[in-house]
């Protein structure tokens, strides 16, 4: 498994019946037998085969030759018994069940846990050692109590942030979902509503050199040593030139989620509910999300190049940029998640089959602009 110390100390090896689906990526996850239906809405696929993997493996799971075929593991497990009165405390009842993420491969790698009773999904906790990531619990804590303080609907609530054990902090959140939820890839109404809400109630005019963005392009500046020569040159004259359209002036700036993607949100009772605001920034240019929305689903669901991402933005009618196509929009977004990514990565930057994409998307950009 991974990070076996963190997740042995979260539970033990004996109790209910778990199975562990792993995929090609390196995810993996533990799921109990027991409602498994209702287990299996931690489990978010962005491929066919996964997709199908989770409509129909609750009725075939029973089977140890299907199990097998699958490469599917069981185990024995159970909560922490620390860790379980917590989470009955916070959630105010006698009786949870979990399900297992183990989480993505990277240095920001934690484990979360969906929480729930029976058929009802009651919300998320995320676990980490590592005090950079325990940064992030705490930031998105902050983000958080911010928007519902500036009356944003349809997020999480916050419901503990803090220490569990010794070096262990966790994260505890509430959620909307249900069994009948459902996740898009496909922008809609909905989406652009969300997004506009965000600006609305969030919005600030701010110099330049005092907001989120500009502290982002200072440190993709700083850790460009990480970079390729090539696209240290691209990058940092890509900065100089968002620089001389924004510097010493006053800019109207708003929340950038950070990660809206189809898989960090999900539509219940024809509303869009939002979730992972652990990279939120709050004054950066608005309306960023679109951007990352677009290119994510374009490389994870789609399989596409940089050239085909490119070209499809260009010349086809896509409904999320039927408003307007922002050159200097889609080089903010693209030298911000750069940003992040080098920042979080540093030497490990370039793993990541992401890495080639966003800087020869930047590239396009550029050209075209």
């Not at 993996?28 to 299996?40: F, H, I, K, V």
């Not at 085969?49 to 097998?68: D, E, H, N, T």
């Amino acid at each position: 498994m991974h990070d076996k110390n963190l997740i042995s100390r979260l539970i033990n090896y004996e109790g209910a019946v778990f199975f562990m689906i792993k995929n090609a990526e390196g995810k993996c996850w533990l799921l109990p037998e027991r409602n498994l239906y209702t287990a299996m809405n931690i489990y978010q696929p962005s491929t066919i085969k996964g997709k199908i993997l989770r409509s129909y493996f609750p009725f075939f799971s029973k089977y140890q030759a299907v199990r097998k075929l699958l490469d599917i593991e069981t185990y024995k497990l159970e909560l922490n018994k620390l860790l379980e009165k917590k989470l009955k405390s916070l959630f105010d009842l006698e009786e949870i069940e979990f399900s297992i993420f183990l989480g993505t491969p990277s240095s920001h790698q934690k484990i979360t846990m969906q929480i729930y009773n029976g058929s009802k999904i009651l919300g998320y906790c995320k676990f980490s050692d590592k005090k950079e990531i325990i940064t992030l619990f705490k930031q998105e804590k902050q983000t958080l109590d911010f928007l519902k303080k500036q009356g944003v609907d349809q997020i999480p609530i916050c419901l503990f942030s803090g220490n569990f054990q010794e070096d262990i902090d966790f994260f505890v959140q509430t959620t909307k979902k249900t069994n009948i939820s459902t996740q898009t890839n496909k922008w809609s109404t909905i989406h652009e509503d969300f997004l506009h809400q965000l600006y609305s109630k969030t919005k600030q005019d701010i110099l330049f050199e005092k907001s989120d963005f500009y502290n982002s392009l200072r440190l993709l500046k700083m850790n460009s040593g990480f970079l390729k020569k090539q696209h240290r040159t691209l990058i940092l004259n890509a900065i100089k030139g968002l620089e001389s359209i924004f510097k010493n002036r006053d800019v109207n700036f708003s929340i950038f989620h950070g990660d809206f993607t189809p898989w960090n949100m999900i539509k219940e009772s024809k509303k869009l509910f939002v979730f992972d605001f652990e990279y939120s920034k709050k004054t950066f240019p608005p309306f960023l999300d679109r951007y990352h929305f677009y290119t994510q689903v374009c490389i994870h669901e789609k399989k596409w190049n940089a050239k085909e991402i490119y070209y499809n933005y260009l010349n086809k009618n896509e409904v999320i940029f039927k408003n307007s196509k922002n050159s200097v929009l889609y080089m903010s977004y693209l030298l911000s998640v750069i940003s992040l990514y080098l920042d979080r990565e540093k030497l490990y930057f370039y793993n990541s089959k992401e890495t080639s994409i966003w800087i020869d998307l930047l590239n396009l950009v550029i050209e075209k602009k």
